[in-house]
């Protein structure tokens, strides 16, 4: 492409200013026309010009404020402290002495905070709420949610299979958590589990531990259907298997719900609550599946054995 040149052919002279008139050196300039020279200017001093100044430079010129701390909150979690100190109450006058506050601000403290239901007053004593108890119950469960998941991880990597925690809650299965890795991936949930507990070890396992009752309620509301060749045909086929088990009978499962798979599950039982510990391998690898569920079953021993492990997580 051609390149136009948009210079212009003769640059511009700059232009010119007005000045004083020249006069010809030979030439007697009158004295009126002669310039006067200008009187000298007074210089006056003024302030320098501001200039902007950078964020750490404003941060390190200026003083920091305090840290804002809400002090009504912090004498409110004192005066919680001191009364979950006293498993039989205490009156206000005490819990203001032992949190050093003037009487009448523990009063109006005490009285917010049973209105909002973290404390209660029984003849004169004040005693932890239902929401206070609600607070340290989340907090507990968390933990136990925490050292659960961190116990599946574990036993995942030592023992090289995928490994599932469910439970058996207001009628449904569900699989609570599932700790698998790229090596040993998870079984595919291709059907819902919670539909097709009658197929797969998980759900025989919590099935077997129900009564006969509860067993037909699940099985009338999620009927039984073959999901491959060797699933179970009907629902009584599966009432006389269950019946045959033992209470805490470890579970194995071979291809009934995913071809090219097979499951054992292993019984926990607290309380009322159903629950299980499950592992998956491919078919091809059916031979660890002993062995590997055996190990299971002694870790989940040791960890119900150490940890009061509330299973409703």
Same mark, same amino acid.
């Given at each position: 492409?051609?390149?136009?040149?948009?210079?212009?052919?003769?640059?511009?002279?700059?232009?010119?200013?007005?000045?004083?008139?020249?006069?010809?050196?030979?030439?007697?300039?009158?004295?009126?026309?002669?310039?006067?020279?200008?009187?000298?200017?007074?210089?006056?001093?003024?302030?320098?010009?501001?200039?902007?100044?950078?964020?750490?430079?404003?941060?390190?010129?200026?003083?920091?404020?305090?840290?804002?701390?809400?002090?009504?909150?912090?004498?409110?979690?004192?005066?919680?402290?001191?009364?979950?100190?006293?498993?039989?109450?205490?009156?206000?006058?005490?819990? +203001? &002495?032992?949190?050093? !506050?003037?009487?009448?601000? #523990?009063?109006? =403290?005490?009285?917010?905070? $049973?209105?909002? /239901?973290?404390?209660?007053?029984?003849?004169?004593?004040?005693?932890?709420?239902?929401?206070?108890?609600?607070?340290?119950?989340?907090?507990?469960?968390?933990?136990?949610?925490?050292?659960?998941?961190?116990?599946?991880?574990?036993?995942?990597?030592?023992?090289?299979?995928?490994?599932?925690?469910?439970?058996?809650?207001?009628?449904?299965?569900?699989?609570?958590?599932?700790?698998?890795?790229?090596?040993?991936?998870?079984?595919?949930?291709?059907?819902?589990?919670?539909?097709?507990?009658?197929?797969?070890?998980?759900?025989?396992?919590?099935?077997?531990?129900?009564?006969?009752? +509860? &067993?037909?309620?699940? !099985?009338?509301?999620?009927? #039984?259907?073959? =999901?491959?060749?060797?699933? $179970?045909?009907? /629902?009584?086929?599966?009432?006389?298997?269950?019946?045959?088990?033992?209470?805490?009978?470890?579970?194995?499962?071979?291809?009934?719900?995913?071809?090219?798979?097979?499951?054992?599950?292993?019984?926990?039982?607290?309380?009322?609550?159903?629950?299980?510990?499950?592992?998956?391998?491919?078919?091809?690898?059916?031979?660890?599946?002993?062995?590997?569920?055996?190990?299971?079953?002694?870790?989940?021993?040791?960890?119900?054995?150490?940890?009061?492990?509330?299973?409703?997580?």
């Amino acid at each position: 492409m051609a390149t136009v040149d948009t210079a212009p052919v003769e640059p511009h002279a700059p232009p010119t200013q007005p000045g004083p008139p020249t006069w010809p050196s030979s030439v007697a300039i009158p004295a009126q026309l002669r310039p006067v020279a200008a009187p000298p200017r007074q210089r006056t001093a003024t302030a320098p010009e501001p200039q902007p100044e950078s964020a750490a430079t404003l941060i390190g010129s200026q003083p920091q404020p305090a840290t804002t701390l809400i002090g009504s909150v912090q004498r409110a979690m004192r005066l919680l402290e001191s009364v979950a100190a006293h498993e039989h109450g205490a009156p206000a006058k005490q819990l +203001a &002495r032992e949190t050093g !506050l003037a009487l009448p601000t #523990a009063y109006h =403290l005490l009285r917010t905070l $049973v209105h909002e /239901g973290y404390l209660r007053r029984d003849k004169g004593l004040f005693f932890l709420g239902e929401a206070a108890e609600r607070l340290s119950r989340s907090g507990a469960q968390e933990k136990r949610r925490s050292t659960l998941v961190d116990a599946l991880a574990a036993w995942r990597d030592s023992i090289g299979v995928p490994v599932y925690y469910a439970m058996y809650r207001d009628g449904e299965i569900e699989v609570m958590c599932v700790s698998d890795s790229p090596g040993n991936p998870a079984v595919e949930e291709w059907a819902d589990f919670r539909e097709t507990g009658h197929a797969h070890a998980i759900g025989q396992c919590l099935l077997a531990q129900l009564d006969e009752d +509860a &067993r037909r309620d699940h !099985l009338d509301r999620y009927p #039984a259907r073959s =999901l491959t060749p060797y699933t $179970v045909r009907d /629902g009584h086929s599966l009432l006389r298997r269950l019946d045959r088990m033992r209470r805490m009978e470890l579970v194995v499962e071979r291809q009934e719900y995913a071809l090219g798979t097979v499951c054992a599950a292993i019984p926990i039982t607290l309380g009322s609550t159903a629950a299980t510990m499950a592992i998956s391998l491919p078919s091809h690898q059916a031979d660890r599946l002993p062995a590997a569920a055996r190990e299971l079953q002694i870790e989940v021993g040791r960890l119900l054995g150490s940890l009061a492990l509330s299973i409703s997580i």
